[in-house]
T-cell receptor, first 112, second 115 residues
Framework: DAKTTQPPSMDCAEGRAANLPCNHS???????VYWYRQIHSQGPQYIIH???NNETNEMASLIITEDRKSSTLILPHATLRDTAVYYC?????????????FGQGTILTVHP | DSGVTQTPKHLITATGQRVTLRCSPR?????VYWYQQSLDQGLQFLIQ???????AKGNILERFSAQQFPDLHSELNLSSLELGDSALYFC??????????????FGPGTRLTVL
């Protein structure tokens, strides 16, 4: 699985968009970008995933650059409950060998 | 609520002891994964089972073992416990083979403290 690089921490004001970057310059053609988050020692929570097109769901948007070497997770209107560690994970999709390799992630702190 | 349940929530035991952690996956999910989260190592994959069979192994110690039963629940057995085994242990489940992607649903975890 490709290695990812994320900033260790970021701040965001409540109600504003939070843009979390992730670099994955060694990503392979069959590898997906997944985002998970972990709120204060709870189990990690799936947010979104994508291969090469931009994706949006009820939680967030995922923007992947055309060369797929980086991506940005966007929380459009951050709330205090979005304070968490956000993990960007790159791995092959559609397989039963599904281990997730978590890095250090980005600690997002949303301020009032 | 992810639909994955883990018991017990907390476990305090002594060095040298053996414990069993239990996980019930979401209804219909065939794959179960175990992860360990310690302060110094972060979240690490331990082992995966699919429909009762071991599918992938990560950094799981020989003192640790797991199994998945016919009803698809899984147990993680930790023996000869050491202080360094103190950690949060998460179980996750996913639909498994054939799924278009591999979204995993995590349980609330079991916090193990070894004294």
């Amino acid at each position: 699985d490709a290695k990812t690089t994320q900033p260790p921490s970021m701040d965001c004001a409540e109600g504003r968009a939070a843009n979390l970057p992730c670099n994955h310059s060694t990503i392979s053609g069959n590898e997906y970008v997944y985002w998970y988050r972990q709120i204060h020692s709870q189990g990690p929570q799936y947010i979104i995933h994508g291969l090469k097109n931009n994706e949006t769901n009820e939680m967030a948007s995922l923007i992947i650059t055309e060369d797929r070497k980086s991506s940005t997770l966007i929380l459009p209107h951050a709330t205090l409950r979005d304070t968490a560690v956000y993990y960007c994970i790159v791995r092959v999709g559609g397989t039963s060998y599904g281990k997730l390799t978590f890095g250090q992630g980005t600690i997002l702190t949303v301020h009032p | 609520d992810s639909g994955v349940t883990q018991t017990p929530k907390h476990l305090i035991t002594a060095t040298g002891q053996r414990v069993t952690l239990r996980c019930s996956p979401r209804s219909g999910d065939l794959s179960v994964y175990w992860y360990q989260q310690s302060l110094d190592q972060g979240l690490q994959f331990l082992i995966q089972y699919y429909n009762g069979e071991e599918r992938a192994k990560g950094n799981i110690l020989e003192r640790f073992s797991a199994q998945q039963f016919p009803d698809l629940h899984s147990e993680l057995n930790l023996s000869s416990l050491e202080l360094g085994d103190s950690a949060l242990y998460f179980c996750a489940s996913s639909p498994g083979q054939g799924a278009s992607h591999n979204e995993q649903f995590f349980g609330p975890g079991t916090r193990l403290t070894v004294l």
